[in-house]
């Protein structure tokens, strides 16, 4: 089953050189709606994106947006939020607003983010994008563990695209 992960119905640009991506899902609870970009309302960010270049960049929206195959027992697959990409970088990125303590939203996080990216790396496109990235978000618990770099370390190992796990989004910067 070929996957569209980037329909123009699911899709959000910005070029500001802050701007944020919601998800009223992870902020309060709201069932069934997918995610976007927001350029004003800064309360309600649960990511903040910086563009220094004013680039272009787009953001599809994928849970509540992108079909994915049914598992046995008619169970859907995990999937993260969405994606942004911009030139040649992909980002697949995960929402949280949770004050949970310890990694247990960043396990949860990580494993919708493989989900999605086993099946965007089956797809033709994903050989469009020489930067790849996936951010677990937690607006809550915003700051990276050092506990972390082992699981971010297996992440690049095993997905190819380098882990962040933090609130803020740098699609230009090494560090993320």
């Given at each position: 089953m070929q996957v569209d992960f980037f329909?123009?119905?699911c899709k959000h640009t910005s070029?500001?050189?802050t701007f944020g991506i919601c998800d009223d899902i992870a902020s309060k609870g709201v069932k069934g709606q997918p995610a976007y970009l927001d350029e004003i309302n800064g309360e309600r960010w649960i990511a903040t994106v910086d563009n220094f270049y004013c680039s272009s960049i787009s953001f599809y929206a994928?849970?509540?947006?992108?079909?994915?195959?049914?598992l046995a027992k008619n169970k859907s697959v995990k999937r993260c939020d969405g994606v942004l990409t911009c030139d040649n970088t992909i980002a697949f990125v995960e929402l949280k607003s949770r004050n949970q303590f310890?990694?247990?939203?960043?396990k949860i996080a990580e494993g919708q983010?493989?989900?999605?990216?086993?099946?965007?790396?089956?797809?033709?496109?994903s050989v469009n994008f020489s930067h790849k990235r996936a951010y677990a978000i937690n607006n809550l618990r915003p700051?990276?563990?050092?506990?972390?770099?082992?699981?971010?370390?297996?992440?690049v190992q095993e997905t190819g695209y380098?882990?962040?796990?933090k609130a803020r989004i740098d699609l230009y910067s090494a560090e993320g």
């Open positions: 329909g123009q119905e070029c500001k050189s994928i849970d509540h947006c992108v079909r994915l195959p049914v310890g990694s247990k939203w960043i983010l493989r989900s999605t990216i086993h099946y965007f790396e089956q797809e033709p496109e700051m990276s563990r050092i506990g972390q770099a082992q699981r971010m370390e297996r992440f380098q882990l962040f796990i």
